[in-house]
């Protein structure tokens, strides 16, 4: 409530002292938080030693999120050498213990080569893995690995169902993914008005493409009514 201000006046610095009262106390979930504000710096001095050393402790004690936020500052070098083996193997303890967010890590590394043998089909399994837990982002990756052939057979109708779902949570780069699916017909009906519908909400959530794709619309006057101004607008905004 410190932290954020519920029902009290915001205090970090009285927010870290609980937190850390907390973690002494054996409640690892404070340990995390009060790493993650030694990470980023909110109402302590930014220390990337003290923020891993208190990610470990949380993840010795079962908080899966501080093993991917651990594993992430391995495979990036942030406060301890960088070492991608060190880093994929806390996202495999995460995603074993059931946090989504480790697999989708994994997955990429074995889709792009990171610290192991490439391995799609495995970066796969992983994104359906995490796609099936919830992790839209996983959903995504998943979708592009299917429109594109990529360790897997080429499914554009199963690219677009995966698009769909990720976009429906909130996933933005899935809703752009899914409207040039309708923009050009791939394994679905053409549709201009749903796939400028897409882009725009894919846009207005921060996928800076979707402008780009939406603003080629108003220039063309695809399925909008051409409108230059609009594009300039949009395309400034990408």
Same mark, same amino acid.
């Given at each position: 409530? +410190?932290?954020?201000?519920?029902?009290?006046?915001?205090?970090?610095?009285?927010?870290?002292?609980?937190?850390?009262?907390?973690? $002494?106390?054996?409640?690892?979930?404070? &340990?995390?938080?009060? !790493?993650?504000?030694?990470?980023?710096?909110?109402?302590?001095?930014?220390?990337?030693?003290?923020?891993?050393?208190?990610?470990?402790? #949380?993840? @010795?004690?079962? /908080?899966?999120?501080? &093993?991917?936020?651990?594993?992430?500052?391995?495979? @990036? !070098?942030?406060?301890?050498?960088?070492?991608?083996?060190?880093?994929? %193997?806390?996202?495999?303890? %995460?995603?074993?213990?059931?946090?989504?967010?480790?697999?989708? +890590?994994? !997955?990429? =590394?074995?889709?792009?080569?990171?610290?192991?043998?490439?391995? /799609?089909?495995?970066?796969? *399994?992983?994104?359906?893995?995490?796609?099936?837990?919830?992790?839209?982002?996983?959903?995504?990756?998943?979708? /592009?690995?299917?429109?594109?052939?990529? !360790?897997?057979?080429? @499914? /554009?109708?199963?690219?677009?169902?995966?698009?769909?779902?990720?976009? @429906?949570?909130?996933?933005?780069?899935?809703?752009?993914? *899914?409207? +040039?699916?309708?923009?050009?017909?791939?394994?679905?009906?053409?549709?201009?008005?749903? #796939?400028? *519908?897409?882009?725009?909400?894919?846009?207005?959530?921060?996928?800076?493409?979707?402008?780009?794709?939406?603003?080629?619309?108003?220039?063309?006057? =695809?399925?909008?009514?051409? $409108?230059?101004?609009? %594009?300039?607008?949009?395309?400034?905004?990408?």
């Amino acid at each position: 409530n +410190y932290a954020n201000g519920l029902g009290v006046a915001k205090d970090l610095q009285k927010a870290n002292e609980l937190y850390k009262k907390a973690c $002494d106390g054996g409640e690892m979930l404070g &340990c995390h938080r009060l !790493g993650y504000n030694y990470a980023n710096g909110l109402g302590v001095a930014k220390d990337m030693l003290k923020a891993n050393a208190l990610y470990q402790k #949380a993840c @010795d004690g079962g /908080i899966m999120l501080g &093993c991917n936020y651990l594993g992430l500052n391995y495979e @990036d !070098g942030k406060g301890v050498a960088k070492d991608l083996q060190k880093a994929n %193997a806390l996202y495999k303890k %995460a995603c074993d213990g059931g946090n989504m967010d480790g697999c989708t +890590y994994l !997955g990429k =590394s074995y889709e792009n080569g990171k610290g192991v043998a490439r391995d /799609i089909p495995q970066a796969n *399994l992983l994104f359906q893995k995490a796609c099936d837990g919830g992790e839209m982002g996983a959903c995504t990756n998943l979708g /592009i690995n299917y429109e594109h052939g990529h !360790g897997v057979a080429r @499914d /554009i109708p199963k690219a677009n169902a995966l698009y769909k779902k990720a976009c @429906d949570g909130g996933h933005m780069k899935s809703c752009r993914n *899914l409207g +040039y699916s309708y923009f050009d017909g791939r394994g679905v009906a053409k549709n201009l008005r749903k #796939a400028n *519908l897409l882009f725009q909400m894919a846009c207005d959530g921060g996928n800076m493409r979707g402008c780009l794709y939406l603003g080629y619309s108003y220039e063309n006057g =695809s399925g909008v009514a051409k $409108d230059q101004r609009k %594009a300039n607008v949009l395309f400034q905004k990408a």
